[in-house]
């Protein structure tokens, strides 16, 4: 039996037999599969890497004049795991943080 060391998690005092405590171990899981779960993967991120390098303004700051440089690649409309609507380029468009939050939060309000 091996002996237990401390969790190598920065501050966590509890003992396991290896890596991380039961806790933190499915944190860390949760943080790491975050763009490879479902349908996001490394295709999906190629697509958005050229789509922000094409345009990478958001559209939504645009309309009333102002130019702010785009953070997140927002499907127009909704792909809800359907792979074809996921991968379309042209059903993408480019978001700032606070435009991509508020469409989300609408969205999520209209589907509840």
Not at 64 to 89: F, K, N, S, Y
Request: aromatic share 4%.
């Amino acid at each position: 039996m091996k002996p237990l060391r401390v969790c190598t998690q920065p501050r966590c005092p509890i003992l396991t037999p290896h890596g991380r405590c039961t806790a933190h171990r499915t944190e860390q899981r949760a943080y790491g599969n975050r763009f490879t779960v479902g349908a996001y993967g490394r295709p999906w991120r190629r697509l958005r890497d050229v789509h922000l390098a094409c345009s990478p303004f958001c559209v939504e700051c645009a309309k009333t004049g102002q130019v702010v440089v785009g953070t997140d690649v927002d499907h127009i409309e909704p792909h809800r795991g359907d792979r074809a609507l996921l991968m379309d380029p042209l059903n993408l468009q480019t978001l700032c943080e606070k435009h991509h939050g508020q469409k989300t939060a609408r969205e999520t309000r209209a589907t509840a």
